[in-house]
C-alpha cells in the first residue's frame, strides 16, 4: 500500500515517541499499582502486628518498631499476607513445583502446582462459556424473531440470574452427579470419573455466562436502523436473508463485548461450582482448602491465579475481536 | 387551486408508470389519528423525473414509500407499472436511495452494491459483471474495494445510487438522497445525476425540499403541504433536457422556481 501507512519504527521521530508513551500511559499505570503496593503493606503491617505484638508479650521478648514491622510482614499465617509472600508463593507453585510427578508408576499432574489446578477450572470455564454462549446466541435469535419467545423468555433468563449461584450450585451438582446416564456412561468406561466432575462444574459456568449474551445479542440483533431495515424490504428479501446479511453482522461488535463479561462470569461459575463439590483439584478447591487450614497465603496466590487466568482470557478475546473487526471493515 | 389531474394531458396518463387515484393515508399515531396523504392524485410517465418538495410533513416521503410499498394507503388506489405496490416491489421494478446512503460498514462498496443482486439470485459472474457496469455509471471505478467510511460522504451517496441501479429497476425512488451533502458536492451530484438519468432512461421519483433543486432535476415537480398532506401544484417543467448548471440564473427557470414558491405559499407552508 502508501507509505504513509508504514509507522515509522526508527528515527528521531520513534525515540520521542516512545517517551511520549512512557509519560503518557505507562507512569500513571505505575502510579497506581505503586500506590495499591503500598496502601496492601501498609494494611498488612497493620493487621498482622497484634500477632506479633501477642507473641512478644507471652514469650517476654524485646523487639524495636522495625523489628516488630519487619516481623509483621514476614509471618506464617498472616491475617493479611504482604505483596512479596503472596507472589513467592505464586513463583513456588508454579515455576518450583513440576507440573507433573510420579504417583503409583504414572505420570500425574502435581496438586502442589498452582498450575495443575488453574487447568482443572480453566477446561470446565471455557466448556460452559461455549455452551452458554451457543445458548445465549440461540435464545437471543429466538427472541428478536419471535414475539412470544420475547415476552416468556426473557422474563426467565432475568429471574435465572438473580438466584445466588452459590445457592443452587449444590443442587445442580447433586443432581447432576446423580443422573442416571451419566453415572452409565462412567460404568461404561465411555467417560473417566474426572471428566463426570467436570459436567457440574461447566453446567454452572455455562448458566452465568449464557446470560450477558443473550442480553448483548438481543441488543445486537435489533441494532440495525430502520432505514437499513428498509432496504431489506425494498429487496423483498426473507427474514433469514436479513438475519445473515443485516442482523447478524450488525451484532458481532455487541457478542464480543458480552462475550468479555461473559468469559468472566463463567471462570466464576466454575469456582463457585468447586466448593461444594469437595472437588480436589482447580483453584476453587485451594481455595477452599487453604481456608480450612488458615493458609492465608495460599487463598491469596489462588486469588491472583483466578485473576490472571480471567485477564488471560479476557485479553484473547479482545485480540481475537480486534482481528474479526478489522475483517469486517471497522475503521481502524 | 388547480386541479392536478386536468392540467395532464390524456396520452400521458396512458403511458403512465405510477399512477394515484385518490389515495388517503391515515396514521395511527398515541396522540391520535395522523392524514398524512389526502386524496392524492397523480400519474408519472414513463422516463419523466418527477420531483416532490414541500415543508416537513407534507407526506413527500410518505407518498415515495406508498410507491415503494413501504407503506399501505388506507384509502385510493395505486398502480405501479399496472401492479399493486406489493406486486411491483416483487418483480424489481424499483430501486431505492434513502436520506443517508445506508452502506452496510462492514461490507467493501462492491459487496453493498453486491447485496441485492445477492438477495435475488443473481450468478457469481453476473454480480461482478452489474458491479463493474454500475460503478462504472456512477463514476466511481477503483472504488470497489473500498470500505464506506474510506470515501467521502458525496462518494458514499453515489455508491449507493449504484446499489439501486445494480437490478435494473425502470423506476429510481430517492428521497432526499444529497439532503446531509453540502451545497458544492450537491450542484455535482445533481448534474451527474441528470446524465445518468439521460444515459437510462429510468423514470425517477425524487423527494427534495429545495427549489433549485427540484427545477433544476425535473421534468415535473409537484409541489406539496402539509396537514393533512396534499399535493397544491403540479408543475410541467418546459426547460431543455439538456440543462448546464448555470441555466438557473436564467428568466425561465426563476419563472418555475416562482411557481413553485407561490405553490408552498398557497399551501400555508410558511406559517410556521
New interface residues.
Partial sequence: MSDATVPAMFGPKSAARWVGAVSGAVLPVMAVVAAIVAIWYGGSVMMNRAWTLDQIERRGLEMTAMEIVADAMNQERPVLPTPHQVFAELWDTTVVEPVMRERRGTLQGNPRNLLFHAYHTLWPTILGFGVGTFLGILLAVGIVHSRAMDMSVMPWAIASQTIPILAIAPIIVVVVSNLPALNNAVDQGWISEDTKLLVPKALISSYLSFFPVVVGMVAGLRSP?V??L????????SRG?TFW??RL??S?PFLFTSLKVSIAAALVGTIVAELPTGARFGLGARLLTGSYYGQTIQIWSALFMAAICAAALVILLGALEKIVLKR????P | MPDPVSSQSVDQRAASVISARGLDLTFQTADGPVQALRDVNLEIGKGEFVSFIGPSGCGKTTFLRVI???EHPTGGQITVNGMTPDEA??SRA???V???A?L?????IEKNIK??L???GFDAAEQDRRVKNVLQLVDLEGFGKK???QLSGGMQQRASIARALAFDADILLMDEPFGALDEIVRDHLNEQLLQLWARTEKTIGFVTHSIPEAVYLSTKIVVMSPRPGRITDVIESDLPRERPLDIRDTPEFLAIAHRVREGLRAGHAYDD
Fill in positions: 436502523q432505514s437499513d428498509d432496504l431489506m424490504r425494498t429487496y423483498s428479501a436473508q446479511k443485516l453482522p450488525a458481532v469486517m471493515g471497522v475503521r | 415503494a410499498a413501504l416491489r416483487k424499483y430501486g431505492y434513502f436520506q443517508a445506508g452496510y460498514p462492514w461490507r467493501t447485496l441485492p445477492e438477495i435475488m470500505f464506506p467510511w
